[in-house]
């Protein structure tokens, strides 16, 4: 499996909203569809932390600190993975991370920044 690739960051005042989007390359429907997803984030100076997740089957999970703001989603016509962030404060700020694991292989994207300003 190729490595996913995020977009979508970006800078965002207190209160806004942004749409993250990890897709997956070259993946078929049928791995997709196996293919369990989740976001991360990383601060400065902080550790990963799990953002949310979301299961081959559709479930999802969400760290407390973004319960009832964030929302993750698959769409498998675009092989992605969708983090709908909306009301994000300045602790949101972090670089976000996309993994996938399918076949029990785990990948993890690059990376893409988001910036909330106060």
Known sequence: QRRPVESGGGLVQAGGSLRLSCVTPGTILSTFSNMDMAWYRQAPGKDRELVATISSGRNTNYADSVKG??????????????????????????????STTVWGQTNWGQGTQVTVSS
């Open 69 to 98: 703001r964030f929302t993750i989603s698959k769409d498998n016509n675009k092989r992605a993975a969708i983090l709908q962030m909306r009301d994000l404060q300045p602790e949101d700020t972090a670089v976000y991370y996309c």
